[in-house]
């Protein structure tokens, strides 16, 4: 005895697979991670810019109070120039 084939249908379910939403979710997901970043990006470049810019002028500082403290205790003009060696006993953790 033979049985008849099965009818084979390419016609669409009329629910959606949940694969297919697992998809869509992945997708979204992506994107509004995608749109965070491109946010925030910009941002942390621009604070790590001004954290270096600030902490450049605050050893800056310090190497000039440094310097003017040489200048007072060793009587020197102003226009001296001190060597490393002669500032790092005023300089901070030196």
């Known amino acids: 005895m033979e049985t008849a084939p099965s009818k084979i249908t390419s016609e669409p379910s009329s629910t959606p697979r949940p694969r297919s939403l697992k998809h869509v979710g992945f997708v979204l997901v992506l994107g509004l991670m995608a749109a965070l970043l491109a946010l925030a990006l910009p941002n942390s470049m621009r604070a790590r810019c001004t954290h270096c810019t600030?902490?450049?002028?605050?050893?800056?500082?310090?190497?000039?109070?440094?310097?003017?403290?040489w200048a007072l205790e060793d009587k020197k003009k102003d226009s001296a120039m001190p060597t490393p060696d002669d500032i790092r006993v005023y300089m901070k953790n030196s």
């Not at 600030?54 to 403290?69: G, H, P, V």
Request: contains cysteine.
């Open 54 to 69: 600030n902490a450049c002028i605050e050893n800056l500082r310090w190497i000039d109070s440094a310097k003017q403290q």
